[in-house]
């Protein structure tokens, strides 16, 4: 695999200096660009699209092609490791994924395990080992997995939800087939994702998606608990190739492979997100950045949180809210870090000229942050 030519992300993350702040987005290989719906449509469906490793390499790279973004993320979806333990995941035309056999009953529990990522998976190693080779060292790769409260959702709903009710029920009813859930879902995306650096992944995170639909107390029980402990089980370094003044490979080095961890509705939770070991801490756009920033101080870096809908907006507001956003976290010091986000998923309605506007703003304006703080420090 080929050296890294940008590691801003990867070192701002690591809280090191970096001489812009880093910014890559959710979701960013997605319906938005008209290129991956054409992609997609060659696909036959979203299935059919995760599962091929080279269509799968080819939208993931889009994003990349179209913006100078700092990191690419493996393009799959998070349900593929309930699929792969049997559930049988499908999607309904309008009503996103679904699940033919949910989990709702001691047997159904008590028949979950932990898949072989490479065999159930393996399509997915094969898709990171292939952009991997495809990225070039252009940036790093990013592999990622649900948490486990975030799978057990689906698969004891059968799908979404907007009132958690099945598993919610489950939970305060019978915390025992919760536990053994999240046991299993624990130990299966530990594997999963440890598989993934094995393909080639440089960094990892973690959806967190429904955590924020539990209760104080639940949150830390059903949630934070099984996400410390996939973190505890992590392979946290990989071998890279290591390069000497001239560009030439020369052999391997052992370099860490940070861990973000995003639950969307967590601003509650920040410290106590911040103590399971990762790297990063993402948050949503209801987080202020100079806040989330004072609470985590130097324990982990921040990910974050622009409202996916100001990509709606004219240009000029967009660079105008990015500003905002940098200002309100400063200027990254020694211990600090920064990753520029959304504080979730861009929308399938944005227009792809809105990233570019973005993008460059975050670039310019964090650049000129830099300086400035220099020029006053030399004073």
Known sequence: MSPLKNDTFLRALRREPTDYTPIWLMRQAGRYLPEYNATRARAGSFLNLCKNHELACEVTLQPLDRYPLDAAILFSDILTVPDAMGLGLYFAEGEGPKFERPVRDEAAVAALASPDPADSLGYVMKAVSTIRGALGGRVPLIGFSGSPWTLACYMVEGGGSDDFRQVKSMLYRRPDLMKRILEVNAQAVADYLNAQVEAGAQALMIFDSWGGALADGAFQKFSLGPIRQVIDRLQRERDEPEVDASGRVVGTRRVQVPVIVFTKGGGLWLEEI??????????????????????????????????????MAAPDQIRGEALKALESFGVPQAGIGHVFNLGHGISQFTPPESVTALVEAVHAYSREQRRRGASASSL
Request: aromatic share 2%; glycine share 16%; hydrophobic share 45%.
């Open 274 to 311: 911040a103590a399971t070991g990762c790297d990063g801490v993402g948050v949503d756009w209801t987080v202020n950045l100079g806040q989330a920033r004072a609470r985590v101080g130097a324990r982990c870096a921040i990910q974050g949180n622009l409202d996916p809908m100001v990509l």
